[in-house]
């Protein structure tokens, strides 16, 4: 991987001879494992500017039409977390010239709170291409990372490292495009409309990083990057303008706030009582072996791939392939030695007359993968051309540890992903599109509804990620009668299931709230998986206990998790920083109606300055005297720790007595009944103070 410096640029064509397809890694790091920022894209003329508001793609606008832009999110890795962008440049169109690659922080946060600010760029096999990292952000609400330009017929790319303190709406201002901060939510597709004279351009902290003609490769030298002709004319407007009753002229603008789905209603049943069962498109009850669970898998998901292009391109997306007609197929013969193969299935998109091919083996139940199997569909699909193998189980793979190790023949120029998918993350999917996200039309609901009820139904065997592994059982035994060691490879093991379990958890439950929920790991980027696992399998020996976090979007803080072998409880905690106003007898009463419905056996602990120790209680005994949670000197609170323990199953499987089932229960009873009243505040009113004026009161968090 190339490593590049501020202002430096690189033809694409020098990294790899073809470039199509590209993904951008956007990531950073925080001390506290909470800090985040959204990406967004803008495709910019010859001028620097977009060529209408549909040119800017951020979390309210997340693909293009045809492919050429699409937002991928973010997604697990070793070191926390990174959103992925895919770029077709084939299929961008002649008129964008380049591709400026941004990302913005939330309100006042700021840039400089955050660590390893890194954009990496790999091409549609994986392969790492180049990597810039930003070493001088401070006050920087908005940053662009990078861009992509076109010189002599190719493209390049530069990396800019450009901050601006005025954050979304100053970076976009800056390259033509006009921003509602906090207008209602009316448009569905984030578009505000409102009149153009009544919204000047923001102003931004630094110049734009486009450049035209032979600027672009001074920029290597140290050239400074030009700035924005403020007074350059607009594009033409988007297709969406319309006009007033009385005839003024309206422009749909990007709006920041997040949009709202409307998702169809449900509808009364016709049903004559709750025994009467619905029809459904994927049966389920009549699957007797793995082998016709694995075919009926493959064939009911890659079919409603093919027919929901929502669906099946957020999983696609990720691997390399383009936007385009999707067909898939089961069962083909293909030719290898003296037997042919048969992959369970066959994912091909056709874009431009192009095809990009995967082919797909599944394994359903907790069957393990067979090396010898994929590694046969590899050197088939390097032999033919294909651009991947995809392979799909109930495990959750690991950064740095793939579930299958396959060989490459170095002599073939033609190269083969090879990318795994957990069941998890296609139930997960599929949850986001059907219950929060929405999709294109009715069908597309419906079909994947039932694609859910498929994948969640006891006899399908898509269940994710179901077995800690036989390390399990040694490893418990070996805390508990104090002989496990640090250094055992069992406790490796362990650490790995865990991780997977987490990453497992993340999908569930940001599925079920519709938010984006990611393990938190607190180590820096570039920390060696392994060597981070063998630290944490010597906790493990030394303390018996397992530790997690995970980062809740619009959460108070990350919820912590513990799983404790010499106790067997699994506990689950959140820290809630104390307000910067007020009294903290006020504060102590606020929490106590706040918590109102959670479980009595709720452990509250007040936090005070310098890590002393501060009065404990559980919300049972506390309610009655919210006072006692105040300390007797006069040390500071900072903040106060709710948690719930349960009691830790002690069979590795997806049983009701198994570990797993009991760190799900864990979570959902502690989000469900604790996070979420924290998070319920009703909004300002105006209260009339003795009838003489009306005053803006903030509202009680009670």
Not at 145 to 170: C, D, I, M, N, P
Not at 524 to 545: I, K
């Amino acid at each position: 991987m190339q490593e590049m410096v501020k202002g430096a640029n690189v033809a694409l064509s020098s990294l790899r001879d073809q470039v199509g397809s590209i993904m951008v890694h956007l990531s950073w790091s925080s001390e506290s494992g909470d800090g985040d920022a959204d990406v967004s894209v803008l495709l910019l003329d010859a001028r620097g500017r977009v060529r209408g508001d549909a040119d800017f793609y951020f979390y309210n606008n997340p693909a293009a039409a045809d492919g050429s832009v699409q937002l991928l999110g973010k997604t697990p890795t070793d070191a926390g977390s990174e959103d992925r962008i895919t770029l077709d440049l084939a299929a961008m169109p002649e008129t964008v010239d380049r591709i400026a690659v941004a990302a913005s922080r939330y309100g006042t946060d700021r840039f400089g709170e955050l660590d390893d600010l890194r954009l990496r760029l790999t091409d549609a096999e994986g392969e790492q291409l180049v990597g810039f990292t930003v070493t001088d952000a401070e006050q920087e609400r908005a940053i662009v990372f990078g861009e992509f330009y076109r010189r002599g017929g190719e493209w390049k790319f530069r990396a800019v490292g450009q901050g601006y303190a005025s954050g979304l709406a100053g970076l976009a201002g800056d390259f033509g495009i006009e921003v509602e901060d906090d207008a209602p939510d009316n448009h569905p597709d984030g578009l505000a409309s409102d009149h153009p004279d009544e919204h000047p351009d923001n102003d931004a902290a630094g110049s734009q990083p486009g450049e035209t003609g032979d600027a672009a490769d001074s920029a290597a030298a140290g050239a400074p990057p030009a700035a924005p002709d403020k007074d350059a004319t607009r594009a033409d407007p988007d297709p969406g303008t319309g006009s007033e009753p009385d005839g003024r002229p309206t422009t749909r603008r990007p709006r920041t706030a997040r949009r709202k789905a409307t998702l169809p209603k449900p509808r009364k049943s016709l049903a004559e009582n709750d025994s009467w069962r619905s029809s459904r498109l994927f049966p389920v009850s009549s699957l007797k072996s793995d082998r016709e669970r694995e075919a009926r898998a493959t064939s009911v998901l890659l079919s409603v791939m093919s027919q929901v292009p929502e669906f099946g391109r957020r999983l696609t997306a990720g691997f390399g392939a383009p936007a385009g007609r999707m067909e898939a197929f089961t069962e083909v013969s293909l030719p290898h030695g003296d037997a042919p193969r048969r992959p369970d299935g066959v994912i091909r998109v056709e874009r431009a007359g192009k095809l990009w091919t995967a082919l797909v083996e599944t394994k359903t139940n907790g069957n393990p993968l067979k090396p010898e199997q994929v590694q046969d569909y590899a050197d088939i699909a390097t032999r033919r051309g294909y651009e991947a193998v995809i392979t799909l189980s109930n495990d959750v793979a690991l950064e740095g540890s793939p579930l299958v190790e396959i060989r490459t023949d170095g002599r073939r120029k033609h190269k083969v992903a090879l990318w795994h998918l957990s069941w998890a993350e296609v139930t997960h999917q599929a949850q986001m599109l059907v219950r929060h996200e929405g999709v294109g039309n009715t069908a597309h609901y419906w079909l994947l509804q039932e694609l859910l009820h498929y994948l969640q139904h006891d006899n399908s065997g898509c269940h994710g990620f179901q077995n800690m592994g036989p390390a399990w059982v040694p490893v418990r035994n070996g805390i508990d009668d104090e002989t496990l060691c640090p250094g055992d490879p069992r406790a490796v093991e362990v650490v790995g299931s865990w991780e997977r379990l987490i990453r497992q958890v993340s999908l569930r439950l940001g599925g079920e709230i519709g938010r984006r929920v990611l393990p938190v790991q607190r180590t820096r980027r570039g920390t060696d998986p392994h060597a981070r696992r063998l630290a944490l399998a010597d906790e493990l020996c030394t303390d018996g206990r397992l530790q997690a976090a995970l980062r809740v979007e619009d959460a108070p803080g990350p919820l912590s998790l513990t799983a404790d072998f010499r106790t067997a409880r699994v506990r689950t905690s959140i820290e809630v920083p104390a307000p910067e106003q007020g009294y903290p007898l006020t504060w102590a009463k606020r929490l106590v109606r706040q918590l109102a419905d959670a479980p009595a056996d709720l452990h509250v602990e007040t936090l005070l300055a310098d890590n002393q120790a501060g009065p404990r209680g559980t919300l049972e005994r506390l309610r009655p005297e919210p006072a006692d949670l105040l300390p007797s000197g006069t040390a500071a609170i900072t903040g106060f720790r709710l948690s719930l323990f349960k009691g830790m199953g002690n069979t590795r499987g997806t049983a009701e007595s198994s570990f797993i089932r009991s760190v799900d229960d864990a979570v959902d009873r502690f989000f469900t009944s604790v996070v979420l009243p924290l998070e319920r505040r009703p909004a300002r009113r105006a209260t009339v103070v003795s009838g003489a004026r009306a005053e803006a009161q903030p509202a009680t968090t009670g």
